[in-house]
């Protein structure tokens, strides 16, 4: 007797957190045995894959995914596959793409009643590779397919100096190294001059009007992590600091939900003695001011 030929779309994402990948349990309705799988599922009819991945990861781990415009596709074929109790001739089609979750996201959990996913968590990479963990076969593919986003990111700071203080501002938990002190300053939006982003940037973080005046330095970070919108990145930062100065008024952070959440005059003192966590670029900004 031929076996019944059965094809299934389904939809998947790669989310990867640092050294932790998101993964979902199977249920006992799929396999006895305890094997994780990506989080994703069935594409249904007349559904864009896209959909369906975001909708098959809030079902399966309560959180809400974004995930990259391209994908890759995994093919298996078996010929002598049991489905509800009967022999089947099955094509799957898995459709695998890079996904990202807020870095604030809360713990995943399985939304979906008497699905196939019985468990949600975020995994070591490192027993998943070894195979600590026993795990589908899609996730080694994925995974040996899968590769960090690359990112270069220019922008423009301000140095702001008054009565042997410095402007700085403390990231939030929405950046990468939350409760660390920063020169004011940001991203060059496409268009914009340096000098008109340190005037915007000011005005956004620490609610003061600025002037900017000479170029101090320019100085480049690169390292692995994870960027605010919790999408992991192989990034390169390049910084360019001005001296500037500002109108005036106390400092006070503007923009609502960004990875600035304090503006405040900080001892230079406080800065060079380490008494608090500051980034690379404040010791630079100032060694240029020869401070």
Request: include cysteine; proline fraction near 5%.
């Amino acid at each position: 007797m031929v076996a019944q030929q059965v094809q299934r779309v389904a939809a998947y994402a790669v989310v990867v957190r640092g050294e932790m990948i998101l993964l979902a349990r199977l249920s006992r309705r799929v396999t006895r045995n305890e094997l994780w799988s990506l989080p994703g599922g069935g594409v249904e009819h007349g559904e864009d894959p896209k959909v369906a991945v975001v909708r098959e990861v809030a079902e399966e781990t309560g959180l809400r995914v974004t995930v990259g415009d391209t994908a890759r596709i995994f093919s298996l074929h078996l010929s002598d596959a049991w489905r509800r109790g009967r022999r089947v001739d099955a094509h799957s089609i898995r459709i695998v793409y890079e996904g990202w979750v807020p870095a604030d996201a809360p713990e995943p959990r399985v939304v979906e009643v008497d699905g196939s996913t019985a468990e949600a968590a975020w995994k070591p990479l490192a027993d998943v590779l070894d195979g600590t963990i026993p795990t589908a076969a899609l996730v080694t593919e994925a995974l040996e397919a899968y590769g960090i986003r690359r990112r270069q990111r220019t922008a423009a700071y301000a140095c702001v100096v008054r009565d042997d203080h410095v402007l700085l501002t403390r990231t939030s938990a929405l950046a990468p190294d939350p409760g660390t002190w920063h020169l004011p300053g940001g991203g060059i939006d496409h268009g914009e001059t340096p000098t008109d982003t340190v005037v915007r940037e000011l005005a956004e973080e620490c609610g003061l009007e600025g002037t900017v005046g000479d170029l101090l330095t320019v100085v480049d970070h690169h390292f692995v992590g994870t960027a605010p919108n919790g999408r992991e990145e192989d990034f390169h930062a390049i910084g360019i600091v001005y001296r500037a100065t500002v109108g005036p008024g106390e400092p006070r952070v503007v923009e609502t939900d960004g990875t600035t959440d304090l503006a405040a005059w900080i001892p230079i003192a406080d800065v060079t003695s380490g008494s608090i966590k500051v980034y690379g670029l404040v010791h630079a900004a100032l060694a240029a001011m020869r401070l």
